[in-house]
């Protein structure tokens, strides 16, 4: 399956504990999106990144969120000192270099973080 | 400010009639629009989109409508299967820009 992959599935942390939530995107996709969905809400853009670049973070709380996506590996969604309203289902996605399909992101199955 | 709204949180449908989902918009620089579809557990899926250029995209069952002046789109399933029943999200971005989402619609086709 040459999916988006997105791992751990699921996520227990204590408050004040890190989370470190991995993507990889599907195979020739160059954009990785990162969005949280809350409990009965829809999805909220986080980020927007292309390999070592962030283009986008306008989503991104501006503290103890990063996130990352080195010429190697898989893009890092990292959380630092999680509070109780982290807990949500991250999602991230991937798309195609610029073109035609440039909007249609392909989606992981989402890490669900809960913070204890 | 939620600029793609979908204000029916849930919709039932008996099997084989036609499924509507609607979603409104603010943002008029909006230039591309897209129906995602959940089910529990999983990512979201993409359906069919349409460029703001058009007003009518047909995929098999799906289609889609794109009304530009009344900032307006919808999604139309037909006939709806008992499969269909999951959470229906309408998205809209600017071409190359992140994409916005709306709070989703739940939608259940009864057998």
């Known amino acids: 399956n040459a999916g988006v992959m997105q791992n751990p599935r699921h996520l227990v942390r204590r408050r004040g504990q890190e989370a470190r939530l991995r993507c990889s995107p599907m195979k020739g996709h160059s954009h990785v999106y990162w969005y949280r969905q809350l409990p009965e809400e829809g999805l909220k853009f986080m980020v927007y990144l292309q390999k070592e670049n962030i283009i986008d973070e306008s989503g991104m709380p501006k503290e103890r969120f990063s996130a990352e996506f080195p010429k190697e590996g898989p893009s890092i969604l990292r959380i630092q000192q999680v509070v109780r309203g982290d807990s949500a289902a991250y999602f991230c996605a991937s798309s195609p270099p610029s073109g035609d399909s440039y909007n249609e992101q392909f989606f992981g199955p989402g890490t669900r973080l809960t913070v204890l | 400010d939620q600029q793609v709204k979908q204000n029916s949180p849930s919709l039932s449908v008996q099997e084989g009639r036609i499924s509507i989902l609607n979603c409104d918009y603010t943002?008029?620089?909006?230039?591309?629009f897209l129906w995602y579809k959940k089910y529990p557990a999983e990512g979201p899926t993409f359906l069919i989109s349409i460029s703001s250029i058009k007003d009518k995209n047909e995929d098999g069952r799906f289609t889609v409508f794109l009304n530009k002046s009344a900032k307006h789109l919808s999604l139309h399933i037909v006939p709806s299967q008992p499969g269909d029943s999951a959470v229906y999200f309408c998205a809209a971005s600017v071409i190359y820009q992140k994409v916005t989402f709306g709070t989703g619609t739940k939608l259940q086709v009864i057998p």
């Open positions: 943002n008029s620089m909006f230039d591309y």
